[in-house]
């Protein structure tokens, strides 16, 4: 049973540039959150994906974009790259409904923004 | 705004000793609260969890306890073992399965 897969798991980004990560989430999982680590910080919650819907948004600006799948796989999109954005990208999924224990981390995308 | 605090970012403990972690949180409606276990280049690993209706959940070695009243809490290892050295995060979360609000981390040393 695979768990929650990320890609790519290094890229590197040039200032103004976008970028796509993408997110397959654990078997039988049906909502897909993402998070941003920085150096030295926990994860910052980015948003949330249910139903192919953005069901919750944290502080993060509108050059930061989803998307959910049919089959429940997710995307993040960020749009005019700031150095600032250099971070881990994790994805995390969970079951509707289930407790929060249930919500499992993939090993993360590594963002270098130039 | 950090709702979620782990004062100590890091911690050395002897193997066989306690380990214990803290955090603070400043939200009131926190209402779950879950510890992840984080290696270097891999994601976080669900660790152990409590429900704000409890004050303590154990699983093997390892022991959350929970104040609410002075919103704190805290995860309890033992034995500690050199395996256990890890980025242990501590997290909260309103409403089960939505945003986790997560500490800075507390890093762990377990020395033979």
């Known amino acids: ?114 | 705004d950090q709702q979620v605090k782990q004062n100590s970012p890091s911690l050395s403990v002897q193997e066989g000793r306690i380990s214990i972690l803290n955090c603070d949180y400043t939200n009131s409606m926190f209402d779950y609260f879950l510890w992840y276990k984080k290696y270097p280049a891999e994601g976080p690993t669900f660790l152990i969890s409590i429900s704000s209706i409890k004050d303590k959940n154990e699983d093997g070695r390892f022991t959350v306890f929970l104040n609410k009243s002075a919103k704190h809490l805290s995860l309890h290892i033992v034995p500690s073992q050199p395996g256990d050295s890890a980025v242990y995060f501590c997290a909260a979360t309103e409403n089960s399965g939505y945003a986790l609000n997560f500490g800075k981390g507390t890093s762990l040393l377990v020395t033979p």
Do not use: M
């Open chain 1, 1 to 114: 049973d695979a768990g929650v897969t990320q890609s790519p798991t290094h890229l590197i980004k040039t200032r103004g540039q976008q970028v796509t990560l993408r997110c397959s989430p654990k078997s039988g999982h049906d909502t897909v959150s993402w998070y941003q680590q920085a150096l030295g910080q926990g994860p910052q919650f980015i948003f949330q994906y249910y139903e192919e819907e953005e069901r919750q948004r944290g502080n993060f600006p509108d050059r930061f974009s989803g998307h959910q799948f049919p089959n429940y796989s997710s995307e993040l999109n960020v749009n005019a790259l700031l150095l600032g954005d250099s971070a881990l990208y994790l994805c995390a999924s969970s079951l509707e409904g289930v407790s929060g224990n249930t919500i499992y981390f993939g090993e993360g995308s590594w963002l270098t923004v130039v």
